[in-house]
């Protein structure tokens, strides 16, 4: 049974930084980070797909973001530098036994999902 748990979440400054860790990703080979902003729909953030570990950002996040994966530790990170107040959201992890890159980060190809970690970046 899958189970993933986020964590890292917190308040930092305009410009500062934060990792979120996911652990509970072990033999997942489809992972990825989400975020939901109140009001908001849910969106993709970054995911690693299988095939020699492709990775895919969302451009909102590309170039301050950095998605990884530690298979020894069973662990999804997402460091996060340069944030920003419109990164104040939500933030779940998700996976799925296998997917294929579909374009873009995409829910569906995501059966399991953690209980979040919020990010909260103040204006």
């Not at 530690?70 to 920003?84: C, F, P, R, V």
């Amino acid at each position: 049974q899958v189970h993933l748990v986020e964590s890292g979440g917190g308040s930092v400054q305009a410009g500062g930084s934060l990792r979120l860790s996911c652990a509970g990703v072990a033999g997942l080979y489809c992972v990825g980070w989400f975020r939901q902003a109140p009001g908001k729909e849910r969106e993709g953030v970054a995911a690693i797909y299988p095939g020699g570990g492709f990775k895919e950002y969302a451009e909102f996040v590309k170039g301050r973001f950095t998605v990884s994966q530690d298979s020894a530790k069973n662990e999804l990170y997402l460091q996060m530098t340069g944030l920003k107040p419109d990164d104040t959201a939500m933030y779940y992890c998700a996976a799925d036994d296998y997917c294929i890159y579909p374009g873009y980060i995409r829910e569906a190809d995501f059966a399991h999902w953690g209980q979040g970690t919020q990010v909260t970046v103040p204006s």
